[in-house]
Structures are given as structure tokens and as C-alpha cells.
């Protein structure tokens, strides 16, 4: 498994914008298909963003279509999620998330929880109204 430290969370003003970064160990992160999720108080984890090995393919919750985006720097070990004009039902706790895929599997991405094998701690996202 990959470890994963995600960073960049905190206190922004609706309307405002974050970027949320994800540093994985190890020497082979592209070998990896990587999502974002997120928890907020009282309800369950739900998917966000994903990205393929291949960084070509991207998906996204419908209602963040538009305003974040996913990206990947293999050469850097780290996923990132830009997060443009935040709104209150952002706040939440984000993870970060990784799946070791085959090449045969280069674009695919996953959207489910269940599609993962490895988390980060979380970083919370906080935006005020």
C-alpha cells in the first residue's frame, strides 16, 4: 500500500478557492489511480473527484462539475483537487484515496468507496457563508 499525506485544507470565504494537495510514498504513484472524497459532520463519505494512472481521465460528483478539478504530477508523487467558488456544503473533511491498477487499466478511474485501498488522514475544508 501507498501511504498519503494530504495538505492544503482550511477556512475560506464562499466564493473563494483551495487547493488541495495529496503526497504519496513510495516509487511508484503512477501505478495508481487516485480519487478524492469527503465526510461531512453526521453523514457518510462520498466521492468527489478521481483520476486515472494515466492522468488523461477524470470524473467528478455532479455538484462540483464546473467549479473543481482533479489533477496529477507523477513526477511529483501528488494528486491535487483545485476547488474554485466554494460554497457552505463544501465543508467538509477531504480524503484522498489510491487504487493499484494494471496498465491494462491505464484510464480508468473509480468512484467508489469500495474501490480504494488506501487513505489518507483527511484535511477539513471549511467555508463560511
Known amino acids: 500500500q501507498v501511504q498519503l499525506v494530504e495538505s492544503g485544507g482550511g477556512l475560506v470565504q464562499a466564493g473563494g478557492s483551495l487547493r488541495l494537495s495529496c503526497a504519496a510514498s513510495g516509487r511508484t504513484f503512477s501505478s495508481y489511480a487516485m480519487g478524492w472524497f469527503r465526510q461531512a459532520r453526521g453523514k457518510e463519505r462520498e466521492f468527489v473527484a478521481a483520476?486515472?494512472?494515466?492522468?488523461?481521465?477524470?470524473g467528478y460528483l455532479d455538484s462540483v462539475k464546473g467549479r473543481f478539478t482533479i489533477s496529477r504530477d507523477n513526477a511529483k508523487n501528488t494528486v491535487y483537487l483545485q476547488m474554485n467558488s466554494l460554497k457552505p456544503e463544501d465543508t467538509a473533511v477531504y480524503y484522498c484515496a489510491a487504487r493499484n491498477v494494471p496498465s491494462t487499466w491505464l484510464l480508468r478511474y473509480f468512484m467508489s468507496r469500495a474501490d480504494y485501498d488506501s487513505w489518507g488522514q483527511g484535511t477539513q475544508v471549511t467555508v463560511s457563508s
Open positions: 483520476i486515472s494512472r494515466s492522468g488523461v481521465n477524470t
